[in-house]
């Protein structure tokens, strides 16, 4: 074979080569892996979302029945009283004068359930929870239900929503079977309940005490960290601008306009953007809805919050922790920039102004009392109440039973001890022997 042969042979095997190469270059297809989330931002969340039947809720469900006051605290009686009320279809409401006698008129002297929240709430929150189909429905608020048992027009009873604060009230409509359906259904079985009697403060409000003592529960949890990572993506517009500092109570996150202070000392999360002055443009009827959402948004339900208290005027809104009782956590705290017991909202001109909160949540049940601590009756509280050095009766507001939680920093246990508690000038305070005992001034 002569070079030249050769040469053409291997110049042969080169171009052949490089035609496989080219047509494998073009016809080529990399197998990717399929993404499993095409988001770029995953969504923060602690918790899972909640309706609002399970953030709003009432305080009290009370039955009149035969001259007597029965009441249940319990969350598996408020939900299935709710779930019966949503099948009602309420319809017809129109406003009512009741010609110069109070609300209370309306459950004096007949059997009557009467249902009250801690604050007021928009029907058209809380239409949906009702099973309130209708569109023509008036707009009001109302913090009270009243269901007389035996007031019947027709084939029709009545229901009553009144604002105590307001003084106003709406009388809408039920089929008549349904009362009578609910009648055979709770009416009797309430009478197992403990019975309360009223008691009228100096403003005119009522206030129903347990007429016996109480049987209550002591809980101790290990304390569960939240994240404060996540708080930081959810509560800042670009987290990525977010600068982190470290200061002697905690740490501090930093952008253009807002700050979140996580203080490890006190266990607190506050959040506050200046830059939202001012609450002109927050439509107050949509103000809890909008609040519930917002918290809803990161899934901050991280325990069993309800809703407690709003102030239209300064754009407010409270959630406080409930215990398994049903009965209200308060924080040993008073600071209220340092409440460990609840969640608060304040809101600006178009967005979040300021959001305080815990930095934890109840983890495991590490302790249960083996036998349950002995409140004092209502009456035998309300009287250690009035005896106190230098008691104002005008500025008492309300009486009830919770929890004070108090939390070991070096432990994490997390303790929840059943004390009275009443609501003075404002402040929630716990009813303690040193204040009736004549050790120290409580309300100086």
Same mark, same amino acid.
């Given at each position: ?236 517009? !670009? ?15 930093? !952008? ?36 519930? !959402? ?6 901050? *339900? ?22 398994? !009782? ?101 402040? *929630? ?16």
């Amino acid at each position: 074979m002569t070079y030249e042969n050769i040469k053409s042979i291997i110049l042969t095997i080169l171009v052949g080569a490089s035609l496989l190469l080219t047509w494998n270059l073009w016809t080529y297809q990399p197998n990717y892996e399929k993404l499993e989330n095409g988001e770029t931002v995953q969504e923060v969340s602690f918790s899972t979302k909640k309706p609002i039947k399970a953030i709003v809720k009432p305080e009290q469900i009370l039955y009149h029945i035969e001259g007597g006051i029965y009441g249940s605290l319990e969350e598996n009686e408020v939900e299935k009283f709710l779930n019966e009320m949503s099948r009602w279809n309420l319809n017809g409401f129109e406003r009512i004068q009741l010609e110069g006698m109070g609300v209370y008129s309306l459950v004096d002297n007949q059997d009557a359930v009467e249902i009250l929240f801690p604050s007021a709430i928009n029907i058209d929150l809380y239409k949906s929870v009702l099973g309130i189909k209708g569109m023509d429905i008036p707009n009001f608020n109302f913090d009270q239900i009243i269901i007389p048992l035996n007031m019947e027009q027709g084939e029709y009873g009545v229901v009553y929503f009144a604002s105590r604060e307001e003084e106003k009230i709406y009388r809408s409509e039920v089929h008549l079977s349904l009362i009578s359906d609910f009648k055979g259904a709770y009416v009797e079985a309430a009478k197992s309940y403990p019975k309360y009697f009223p008691y009228i403060t100096e403003a005119g409000r009522r206030i129903y005490l347990p007429e016996a003592e109480t049987e209550i529960y002591s809980y101790q949890y290990l304390s569960d960290p939240l994240d404060a990572g996540k708080f930081k993506n959810a509560l800042f517009k !670009d987290p990525t601008l977010v600068q982190k500092n470290y200061i002697a109570t905690g740490e501090e996150y930093t !952008d253009a306009s807002s700050l979140m202070k996580v203080d490890t000392d006190a266990n607190t999360i506050s959040y506050i953007d200046p830059s939202e002055v001012g609450n002109q443009d927050i439509d107050k009827n949509d103000l809890l809805k909008r609040s519930i !959402d917002f918290v809803n948004s990161h899934g901050g *339900w991280t325990d069993k919050y309800r809703f407690v208290y709003m102030d239209t005027d300064q754009s407010t809104v409270h959630f406080r922790l409930y215990g398994q !009782d049903g009965y209200p956590v308060f924080s040993k705290n008073a600071d209220p920039d340092a409440d460990i017991s609840k969640i608060q909202l304040v809101w600006g001109n178009t967005d979040i102004s300021r959001y305080i909160r815990n930095n934890f949540s109840l983890g495991l049940l590490t302790f249960t009392s083996p036998s349950p601590r002995i409140l004092e009756s209502g009456t035998t509280a309300l009287e250690k109440i009035r005896s106190i050095e230098k008691f104002n009766p005008n500025l008492l507001e309300d009486i009830k039973i919770g929890y004070e939680m108090t939390m070991n920093a070096q432990s994490l246990l997390i303790q929840l001890e059943p004390k009275w508690y009443y609501l003075y000038n404002g402040v *929630w305070k716990p009813l303690t022997t040193s204040e009736y005992g004549g050790e120290q001034n409580g309300l100086e």
